[in-house]
């Protein structure tokens, strides 16, 4: 088993062609508030990927998981991760990821950090597959769709300011086709983004 990947929340180990995530524990928290957190979020993730299999969504296929050990067995996507493709044809690959946060939030998922990193081209569909679900979590609530956007949006400006801001509105033109109460988000989105523009300040 290889580690190939340590983030702040866990571990992850490539095991052939599975992934084994391990969230890491924190030496800063209450040893039951610790355990709890971990817990209810291995929890969380297991059952937002277990919705994606139903939805036959592109992300990576929960096998099994472990609240004791707090682990999640889970498919490795080989691929290339976005941010070091999507500057190529940014316009196809765009609207095909405003299709599938539209796909997400129709459904009532909010990923919680979406990045060009959290994003593969499968090397043999050339699908794009969302990863990482591990801050994921269910809401309607307009405001947290909204977010979820919001922070694309910087993603995508902090990262790939060559082609911004027309790749997210290419991302957001295809959003609105594929999501019929659009108007709410993105209304919200506008108050979301004034609001972090004045934090700047």
């Known amino acids: 088993m290889e580690k ?31 355990i709890a957190l971990r817990k209810f979020r291995t929890r969380r993730e297991a059952k937002i990927l277990t919705k994606l299999a139903d939805l036959n969504f592109p992300a990576p296929h929960l096998h099994e998981f472990c609240d004791k050990r707090m ?20 316009q196809i690959l765009a609207q095909e990821i405003g299709k599938k946060i539209a796909v997400l939030h129709q459904n009532d998922i909010i990923h919680g950090d979406l990045t060009t990193s959290n994003m593969i081209q499968h090397q043999e569909t050339g699908e794009i597959n969302f990863l990482d679900f591990g801050l994921s979590f269910f809401s309607n609530r307009a405001e947290d769709k909204a977010v979820d956007l919001f ?11 060559k082609i911004y801001p027309q790749v997210f509105q290419n991302v957001i033109e295809s959003y609105k ?16 983004k004034s609001r972090g523009r004045n934090k700047n300040k």
């Open 151 to 161: 922070l694309l949006d910087r993603a995508l400006e902090s990262k790939h300011h």
């Open 71 to 90: 682990s999640i067995f889970m498919d490795f996507v080989p691929g290339e991760q976005l941010k070091d493709v999507i500057e190529g044809d940014y």
């Open 177 to 192: 086709k594929a999501y019929p109460e659009y108007n709410k988000i993105l209304e919200r989105f506008e108050k979301v």
């Open 4 to 34: 190939i990947a340590q983030g702040a929340e866990a571990v992850l180990y490539l095991d052939k062609s599975r992934i084994l995530k391990e969230r890491l524990s924190k030496g800063y928290r209450l040893p039951h508030i610790d």
